[in-house]
């Protein structure tokens, strides 16, 4: 696994992260090893790769492997780690701190799992400082039994109960109040509930549960400005035979608080790229509305222009 700064002038490497994957493995404690028996697998040099990098001001690069949390300099040396299990979305809040994914062991009520299923293995939602200390920590099943959203995770199909009920890949924290949302709210993407939440991690209440018909299986949510949000819509679903396109091509779908509505985005352009991933997958929006998004499954970005023209793949 590797992270390259390119300049997109004349697509040159200006600088390549290359961590050392026996170094990051001796910052790693006894403990977590034995908690995840594959960690030297999975952070070996044929194995490693590095979820959502985060290239911070002085250089460093905050990233996970599905693994534990590494800070490392533009030297590739380890400066911190949170030895926790995480994976998919970093994102950095108003404060310079992050807001980060991560699996979790919960104690839920047997009531709902049964006696011998008391250790609820689920995702959750981490505040960390620029620092590499933990602020904020919160198993995502119980923010939904709190709320009185146990319903969605608790079926009467699920035989044996689905301990991947959400898979949370994103989180997109706020910056701002507005009439909508308050600074440091975070949007969160389950991708296997299709659906997005709107938490207040500073009273722990789910404001809004935003759902559509156009969204299936999405991967990443993002603020457009003070009353939209984007969502990178997969637009795929789970069948016997694993996961499958629905239309051939993802989307990318804006949802507006103020008019309540869904839409889809930027179609043509994407059909006509022959544009789809049934997994991951990104969106970045520019300043000019032009935008930038990842086809994880093929190895292609697109740089789309804000007359939705392909500029560059």
Same mark, same amino acid.
């Given at each position: 696994?590797?992270?390259?700064?390119?300049?997109?002038?004349?697509?040159?490497?200006?600088?390549?992260?290359?961590?050392?994957?026996?170094?990051?493995?001796?910052?790693?404690?006894?403990?977590?090893?034995?908690?995840?028996?594959?960690?030297?697998?999975?952070?070996?040099?044929?194995?490693?790769?590095?979820?959502?990098?985060?290239?911070?001001?002085?250089?460093?690069?905050?990233?996970?492997?599905?693994?534990?949390?590494?800070?490392?300099?533009?030297?590739?040396?380890?400066?911190?780690?949170?030895?926790?299990?995480?994976?998919?979305?970093?994102?950095?809040?108003?404060?310079?701190?992050?807001?980060?994914?991560?699996?979790?062991?919960?104690?839920?009520?047997?009531?709902?799992?049964?006696?011998?299923?008391?250790?609820?293995?689920?995702?959750?939602?981490?505040?960390?400082?620029?620092? !590499?200390? #933990?602020? /904020?920590?919160?198993?995502? +099943?119980? &923010?939904?039994? $709190?709320?009185?959203?146990?319903?969605?995770?608790?079926?009467?199909?699920?035989?044996?109960?689905?301990?991947?009920?959400?898979?949370?890949?994103?989180?997109?924290?706020?910056?701002?109040?507005?009439?909508?949302?308050?600074?440091?709210?975070?949007?969160?993407?389950?991708?296997?509930?299709?659906?997005?939440?709107?938490?207040?991690?500073?009273?722990?209440?789910?404001?809004?549960?935003?759902?559509?018909?156009?969204?299936?299986?999405?991967?990443?949510?993002?603020?457009?400005?003070?009353?939209?949000?984007?969502?990178?819509?997969?637009?795929?679903?789970?069948?016997?035979?694993?996961?499958?396109?629905?239309?051939?091509?993802?989307?990318?779908?804006?949802?507006?608080?103020?008019?309540?509505?869904?839409?889809?985005?930027?179609?043509?352009?994407?059909?006509?790229?022959?544009?789809?991933?049934?997994?991951? !997958?990104? #969106?970045? /929006?520019?300043?000019?509305? +032009?935008? &930038?998004?990842? $086809?994880?499954?093929?190895?292609?970005?697109?740089?789309?222009?804000?007359?939705?023209?392909?500029?560059?793949?």
């Amino acid at each position: 696994g590797v992270v390259e700064v390119v300049d997109l002038n004349n697509f040159k490497v200006i600088h390549r992260y290359e961590p050392d994957s026996k170094s990051l493995l001796k910052n790693l404690s006894n403990d977590y090893k034995k908690k995840y028996p594959t960690t030297e697998i999975d952070l070996s040099e044929n194995r490693m790769f590095l979820w959502h990098p985060y290239i911070e001001e002085n250089g460093n690069l905050i990233f996970n492997s599905s693994s534990p949390l590494f800070n490392i300099d533009i030297c590739n040396r380890v400066n911190w780690v949170i030895d926790k299990y995480f994976h998919h979305s970093l994102e950095k809040n108003f404060e310079n701190n992050y807001w980060a994914t991560h699996g979790v062991l919960s104690k839920i009520n047997e009531k709902y799992i049964g006696k011998k299923s008391s250790d609820w293995s689920d995702d959750g939602v981490v505040k960390v400082s620029s620092n !590499g200390k #933990i602020l /904020y920590e919160k198993s995502f +099943s119980e &923010i939904l039994i $709190e709320n009185n959203y146990q319903n969605l995770i608790f079926t009467h199909l699920q035989n044996p109960i689905n301990n991947d009920f959400c898979h949370l890949n994103d989180l997109q924290p706020t910056f701002n109040n507005t009439l909508y949302w308050k600074k440091d709210d975070i949007f969160l993407s389950c991708r296997n509930l299709s659906t997005i939440f709107h938490f207040r991690p500073s009273t722990g209440k789910i404001i809004n549960v935003i759902q559509s018909s156009l969204i299936s299986g999405q991967h990443d949510v993002d603020i457009i400005d003070n009353k939209t949000i984007s969502i990178f819509n997969n637009e795929s679903f789970h069948t016997t035979n694993g996961f499958e396109l629905i239309n051939q091509v993802s989307s990318i779908v804006h949802y507006s608080f103020d008019t309540k509505e869904f839409k889809k985005m930027h179609s043509k352009i994407l059909e006509n790229s022959n544009f789809g991933t049934r997994f991951g !997958g990104l #969106i970045q /929006y520019l300043n000019d509305k +032009s935008f &930038i998004v990842e $086809e994880q499954e093929h190895g292609r970005i697109l740089y789309i222009n804000n007359k939705d023209e392909l500029i560059w793949s």
